[in-house]
């Protein structure tokens, strides 16, 4: 089983207002959660990053994080206080050049001795690229195609070094991008920064089987899971590659209780404050499109129908159809006679294993011995402690029953996946 540890940000996850959340910007926290992460032997630390504030009705949303410092400058000082800890970055493809990144990758894999990720992520609106020298953005046909060559580009300026430190000159022409000259940084301690991809769609899984180490994804059952584990890992074999060669990690959250019954009241309760009134017409406006602040959160849902594309929430991604979405809030709520702030609680994402320590061990391991997925990366709701629990409680059962490993075998995060040093293509 492979462990990750995710610095929550730009989500619903986090619980500001209880009394032990701390700063979401200050180093102390980055430190607390990755040196938490590298006591219970986990394979990485993983950092989420937004370009632009998200708006909502004119305002900065109320559960983004403002004063966030960059991601690669945050994993660089990480390298200083953690020896083994893989440091994942979230950079955009969309938005920055090859030769640039490449050299920031390669460089934080240099200071940390061979650690660093790239979680690869694009964007398509235009509300982001306004913060950019372009001032525009990629249609969303066009995002994987970008990305796609700015993968390929980065390690062809990783391979341009030899194995046995020669630079040498590299020339890279194609759709996207044409580039030459000389290479600055050295070839890495595990020959390439491993390469991350978050994506659900079929065109994200295909871009992952053709290009990622790791997928980042999100399934809320056994049954999904392994029906999504099967369909990534039966795409590997048309790029050459093997099942081992691409891990997949489902985003998860966890709540530990002394017995199952105490964790499934704990569960409840951190609903309930991840849901505030206030969230919940949050969440309804984004659905509506509409203002609902006139509106009880506790009383029934808004009669009237969903607003398309009426620029109400700007920077951020609607799944589904809101037509549809608003459709099904409205038969849940009718059958089981909830509130807006109950059906919000009902239908949005939960904890996705609850339980005992012993109950939470034996479920993830089920999960990866199922096949439905080779590991999974960790969203606390608390920053920074909030893995503190799953570290003490948890991972040693794990370690126990063999799932897990108790000490790190390697120094790179290559290593720590199993995942072998790429062959150099120079």
Do not use: C
């Amino acid at each position: 089983m492979h462990l990750a540890a995710h610095f929550p940000g730009v989500n619903a996850t986090t619980v500001w207002a209880d009394p032990r959340s701390r700063s979401q910007i200050e180093f102390s926290s980055f430190e607390h959660l990755a040196r938490t992460a590298e006591r219970g032997k986990f394979d990485f630390f993983f950092l989420a990053e937004g370009l632009r504030l998200r708006e909502h009705n004119g305002r900065v949303h109320d559960l983004d994080v403002v004063g966030r410092p960059e991601s690669l400058t945050v994993l660089n000082a990480l390298a200083a206080v953690t020896e083994r800890l893989g440091l994942a970055a979230t950079v955009n493809a969309t938005f920055n050049e090859p030769y640039e990144l490449a050299r920031r990758l390669a460089t934080l894999d240099h200071l940390s001795g061979g650690r660093a990720a790239w979680n690869v992520v694009t964007s398509s609106d235009a509300f982001t690229g306004e913060n950019f020298r372009r001032g525009g953005y990629l249609d969303r046909a066009d995002r994987y195609t970008r990305a796609a060559e700015f993968v390929a580009t980065a390690r062809e300026l990783w391979d341009s070094w030899t194995p046995d430190g020669r630079s040498r000159p590299f020339a890279h022409e194609g759709e996207q991008f044409t580039i030459s000259g000389e290479f600055t940084v050295p070839r890495s301690p595990q020959g390439h920064p491993v390469v991350i991809q978050a994506g659900d769609s079929s065109e994200g899984r295909e871009f992952a089987a053709s290009t990622a180490d790791i997928i980042f994804t999100r399934h809320g059952t056994l049954e999904a899971g392994r029906a999504f584990y099967a369909d990534v890992k039966a795409r590997l074999a048309a790029y050459g590659r093997q099942p081992d060669d691409l891990k997949i990690m489902p985003g998860v959250t966890v709540v530990i209780g002394d017995t199952d019954a105490e964790a499934q009241e704990r569960a409840y309760e951190i609903r309930r404050q991840q849901v505030s009134p206030q969230n919940a017409i949050l969440a309804a406006e984004q659905l509506w499109g509409r203002d609902l602040s006139a509106y009880d959160p506790d009383g029934p849902l808004p009669e009237v129908d969903p607003v398309l594309d009426s620029g109400l929430v700007k920077g951020r991604v609607l799944h589904g159809d809101p037509v549809g979405v608003v459709a099904r809030w409205r038969a849940i709520s009718e059958a089981k006679g909830l509130s807006l702030r109950q059906t919000v609680i009902e239908t949005t994402t939960r904890q996705s294993f609850i339980g005992s320590p012993r109950t939470v061990a034996a479920e993830l391991t089920a999960f990866v011995d199922e096949r439905a997925a080779d590991g999974f990366i960790l969203v606390p709701h608390l920053t920074p402690g909030g893995l503190d629990d799953f570290v003490d409680r948890v991972v040693p059962l794990l370690q126990e029953s063999g799932a897990f490993r108790s000490a790190y075998t390697g120094s790179t995060l290559r290593s720590h996946l199993g995942l072998a040093e790429p062959v150099w293509k120079g």
